[in-house]
């Protein structure tokens, strides 16, 4: 499945009013975004700690 059209599948999915299924994906994110803040925040302090 194309992105942009998973994307509006779950968009329709979520009109639908699968609360839960939304709440997921949602936290999916969050998840994601912690783990990426995560290395970014690491790889900075590597960088900090060789300078």
């Known amino acids: 499945i194309p992105f942009i059209l998973k994307d509006n599948l779950l968009y329709y999915i979520n009109l ?7 709440i997921l994906k949602t936290c999916v994110k969050l998840i994601f975004k ?3 803040n995560k290395k970014y ?5 590597k ?3 060789n300078l």
């Open 16 to 22: 639908k009013g699968n609360k839960g299924f939304y």
């Open 34 to 36: 912690l783990i990426y």
């Open 41 to 45: 925040y690491f790889s900075k302090n």
């Open 47 to 49: 960088i900090i700690n």
